[in-house]
């Protein structure tokens, strides 16, 4: 095998698979919807805004963290190029399905008001436990936080922090089994077959695309759910490239200080606005 064809098969063919799949994921998305419409007395409409696959992006790319760091550290293990095709389809279907399950959740869900609110107070609850998990990311080695630190940004760092291990400690018990582990054990790293790898790969992007759709619930009373999707899946695909050409210098970028701060700060926004979001369909407000 010549140079020309080796550089095909270790970079061409998985990299031009994650155009393929993001295609295809789409497509199978838009039959989702088309088909939920039939049970449905409001439409979900299939109309593509750019402002709402721009949402779907951004967000998608700012929960990513574990994800990079997950899928980061199976490509290490596993080099080759038929590796990384195993693991992009299964992280692929993983983070697709797990998508579209929420959105078959959300779509019944939202017809009946109680569940509905007690979708949007689960998926309040997961943003608060990101939030926390992101500010881990913003904070810098060697550093004190507390409430004598001379920094603005390290004292509300600390406050912060503080509330929200509050908050997340009470309702740990539920949240521990909605948000998944992402430790590989030793067991999990041993030589798998092309099936074994993506199941190894579809197992926690299922999971967070469940959490990730799941937490921006609230958000679809004013962002067209195909366009978020759509842009979920982007992010998705423009992330597995990513990391592909540079798996440590991608973590890098998505665990960067200021990234992860901001994130923190708009996970716990768009939590207190789904709150509100209850209250008021509950007419507590």
């Given at each position: 095998?010549n ?8 970079q061409g ?11 295809l994921?789409s ?5 989702q919807i088309h088909?939920?419409n039939?049970?449905?007395t ?9 402002v ?5 992006l951004t967000?998608y790319l700012k929960?990513?963290?574990d994800?990079?760091?997950y ?5 290490g293990k596993?080099?080759s190029?038929?590796d990384r ?7 692929g ?11 078959i959740v ?11 609110a007690l979708m949007?107070?689960?998926?309040g609850?997961?943003?608060?436990k990101?939030a926390?998990?992101s500010l881990?990311?913003?904070?810098q080695e060697?550093?004190?936080?507390d409430?004598s630190?001379t920094s603005?940004v390290?004292r ?6 503080k509330?929200l291990?509050i908050?997340n400690r ?6 521990k089994?909605v ?6 054990k030793?067991?999990s790293?041993?030589?798998k ?7 190894l790969?579809?197992?926690?992007p ?6 990730d759709?799941?937490?921006y ?5 004013v962002?067209?759910v195909?366009?978020?999707?759509v842009g979920v ?5 423009i ?11 991608t973590?890098?970028?998505v665990k960067?200080?200021?990234v992860?701060l901001i ?7 768009i939590?207190?606005?789904g709150f509100y979001?209850?209250?008021h369909?509950?007419h507590?407000?």
């Open positions: 095998m140079r020309t064809q080796s550089l095909l098969l270790s063919i998985p990299l031009a698979l994650t155009f393929i799949l993001c295609i994921l497509v199978l998305y838009a039959g088909l939920l039939y049970f449905t409001d439409d979900i409409s299939l109309q593509l805004r750019f709402d696959i721009l949402i779907g967000i929960t990513a963290i994800f990079a760091l899928i980061g550290n199976l490509m596993y080099p190029w038929k095709v195993s693991i992009e389809i299964g992280s279907v993983g983070n697709a399905l797990g998508t579209m399950a929420i959105l959300w779509t019944f869900f939202k017809e009946i008001t109680w569940l509905l949007i107070i689960i998926a609850l997961v943003l608060l990101l926390e998990e881990e990311h913003a904070k060697g550093r004190i936080y409430s630190s603005l390290d509300s760092i600390f406050y912060i922090e509330g291990d908050v009470i309702f740990s018990p539920i949240l089994y948000i998944p582990s992402m430790s590989m030793e067991d790293l041993t030589k077959s092309f099936w074994g790898l993506f199941v790969a579809f197992t926690v299922f999971i967070l695309g469940l959490d759709f799941a937490g619930v609230s958000l679809f009373s962002v067209n195909f366009g978020f999707g899946f982007l992010g998705h695909m992330l597995n490239i990513a990391l592909y050409i540079s798996p440590r210098h973590i890098q970028a960067n200080r200021w992860a994130g923190s700060v708009a996970f716990i926004a939590a207190i606005w979001e209850v209250f369909m509950l507590i407000l």
